[in-house]
């Protein structure tokens, strides 16, 4: 995935809702363990639009490349047929997550609907060029270093 960012000053078209000021998260299905900041390569599968007190904090789905699963996903419908229980699994964990904590449940937007890969990849696009503008300097941030002036 290129660097991105979910633009707290864009207002989503369709869910009326904006960015919550982070890259987009990554949640990867695969079978192997990986390391905290690990780089691998992925297979984009799909995407939950999560709405968190309010901003939208996309969940991009993916599998590693090299995962003895990825032949068999190649998009969100083979994972629905394959593995129904991952989508509302990772969908409920996300839900639910903060509520311990007394925080509310959050939402889904599309009626919980997992984006298509390519709704995925458009996702990623919006997001790499609203980093692209950060890092230009042409969007005002609060309490962002983002490396320079």
């Given at each position: 995935?290129p660097?991105?960012w979910e ?5 989503h078209?369709e869910?009326k809702?904006?960015?919550d000021?982070?890259?987009l998260?990554?949640v990867?299905?695969g079978?192997?363990?990986h390391?905290?900041?690990?780089v691998?390569?992925?297979r984009?599968?799909?995407?939950l639009?999560?709405?968190d007190?309010g901003?939208l904090d996309?969940?991009?789905?993916a599998?590693?490349a ?9 998009t969100?419908?083979?994972l629905?047929?394959q ?12 839900r639910?997550?903060k ?10 937007g599309f ?6 890969q ?8 919006e997001?790499?060029e609203a980093?692209?503008r950060?890092r230009r300097?042409?969007?005002?941030t609060?309490k962002l270093?983002?490396g320079?002036?």
């Amino acid at each position: 995935l290129p660097q991105t960012w979910e633009d707290p000053s864009v207002l989503h078209p369709e869910l009326k809702v904006v960015g919550d000021n982070d890259p987009l998260d990554v949640v990867e299905i695969g079978s192997r363990r990986h390391s905290q900041g690990q780089v691998t390569r992925v297979r984009i599968l799909g995407a939950l639009a999560m709405i968190d007190g309010g901003e939208l904090d996309w969940k991009v789905i993916a599998i590693d490349a090299s995962d003895p699963e990825a032949a068999n996903l190649q998009t969100m419908d083979d994972l629905e047929a394959q593995m129904p229980e991952v989508i509302s699994g990772i969908r409920e964990w996300f839900r639910w997550y903060k509520s311990p904590d007394g925080e509310p449940l959050n939402q889904f937007g599309f009626h919980g609907r997992a984006l298509s890969q390519e709704e995925a990849l458009r996702v990623i696009d919006e997001t790499h060029e609203a980093w692209q503008r950060l890092r230009r300097g042409e969007v005002a941030t609060k309490k962002l270093w983002i490396g320079h002036g």
